[in-house]
């Protein structure tokens, strides 16, 4: 069955801390992205990326680093330097960045302790 | 920068009105996209529109894409229950852009 898998679902950060969400997609999507979900804001891209070994920076990259190493994984970290990282986070995946319609994942609910 | 402006914020409406959402940008857009999310989920693509003055329909849900390519509506002829969600909409210039969205609540 095809589709994106966030991990973990719920992700507890403490201060100073380094957090990785895993984002894998088994639909052969060239395209894959981030985004940052807060009440009342929609959705805000963080990075994206649209093919192996290359990602640009979205409007909220700042504090957040990517990889992509392969095909169907897109790892988000999130910093130490992002000072207010409690959010939902979505990674989604589309054949290219032109006109095709984005699969999400079920998403990550970061918190800090 | 590319900005995509969506209203209303919230809609509460009683089972069987009616329900719409609009979406406006400042620049033309190639395209645009709407999405749902249920409560707890994740969007889920509804439908895509491309040309100017374009019309589609999905069962209740009517969506629409202004002449100028600058405006969209999506509109659900009495709502069900099961309608609830958040409405997005998202679109595309260079970058796709989501508006906020449009929470709908429906009361049985």
């Known amino acids: 069955d095809g589709g994106i898998t966030q991990s973990p679902k719920y992700l507890f950060r403490k201060e100073g801390q380094n957090v990785t969400l895993s984002c894998e997609q088994n639909?052969?999507?060239?395209?894959m992205y981030w985004y940052r979900q807060d009440p009342g804001q929609g959705l805000r891209l963080i990075y994206y990326s649209q093919i192996v070994n290359d990602f640009q920076k979205g409007d909220i990259a700042e504090g957040y680093s990517v990889s992509r190493e392969k095909k169907e994984s897109f790892p988000l970290t999130v910093t130490s330097a992002q000072k207010n990282p409690t959010a939902f986070y979505l990674c989604a995946s589309s054949w290219d960045r032109g006109n095709q319609p984005q699969h999400f994942g079920d998403g990550t609910r970061l918190s800090i302790l | 920068g590319q900005q995509v402006m969506q209203i209303p914020q919230y809609q509460h409406v009683q089972e069987g009105e009616d329900f719409t959402t609009y979406c406006n940008s400042s620049?033309?857009?190639?395209?645009i996209q709407w999405y749902k999310q249920r409560p707890g989920g994740h969007p889920v693509f509804l439908i895509q529109?491309?040309?100017?003055?374009e019309v589609k329909k999905q069962k209740r849900l009517t969506f629409q894409f202004g002449e100028a390519k600058k405006n969209s509506s999506l509109h659900i002829t009495a709502t069900q229950t099961t309608d609830v969600g958040t409405y997005f909409c998202a679109g595309q210039v260079n970058d796709m852009r989501f508006g906020a969205g449009t929470r709908l609540t429906v009361k049985p």
């Open positions: 639909l052969n999507h060239d395209a």
């Open positions: 620049t033309t857009l190639s395209n």
């Open positions: 529109l491309v040309k100017s003055g």
